[in-house]
């Protein structure tokens, strides 16, 4: 099993940017998908989840309006379109995935597969 984040790097204030996570090993269009991220001297958070199919998507807060999550099945590849991004928005990006669950999509625990991560740095 493999997820492998990709197209981080430095960007503006204002800024967009988009990153990838390309799936291998499992069937990924029967997993939850999600993206959390790690600030320097920060605990670990949840950014945003799709369901398997993309009906459905969450953010946190902090996220919406700026952040889209997508998915493309055939391709076995989850996105994060990051607009009007801000330094505060600067951490290691991960994905992460999991079968459908009863918990909520913050909850770390409940992933199964996780991804080494792609740096996003904002700069101001």
């Known amino acids: 099993v493999q997820l492998v984040e990709s197209g981080g790097g430095l960007v503006q204030h204002g800024g967009s940017l988009r990153v990838s996570c390309a799936a291998s090993g499992f069937t990924f269009s029967s997993y939850y998908m999600s993206w959390f991220r790690q600030a320097p001297g920060k605990d670990r958070e949840f950014v945003a989840g799709?369901?398997?199919?993309?009906?459905?998507?969450y953010y946190t807060d902090s996220v919406k309006g700026r952040f889209t999550i997508s998915r493309d099945n055939a391709k076995n590849t989850v996105y994060l379109q990051m607009n009007s991004l801000k330094p505060e928005d600067t951490a290691v990006y991960s994905c992460?995935?999991?079968?459908?669950?009863?918990?909520?999509?913050?909850?770390?625990?409940?992933?199964?597969?996780w991804g080494q991560g792609t740096q996003v740095t904002v700069s101001s």
């Open positions: 992460a995935a999991r079968r459908p669950v009863l918990n909520g999509p913050e909850a770390e625990y409940s992933y199964t597969y």
């Open positions: 799709i369901t398997w199919s993309g009906g459905r998507t």
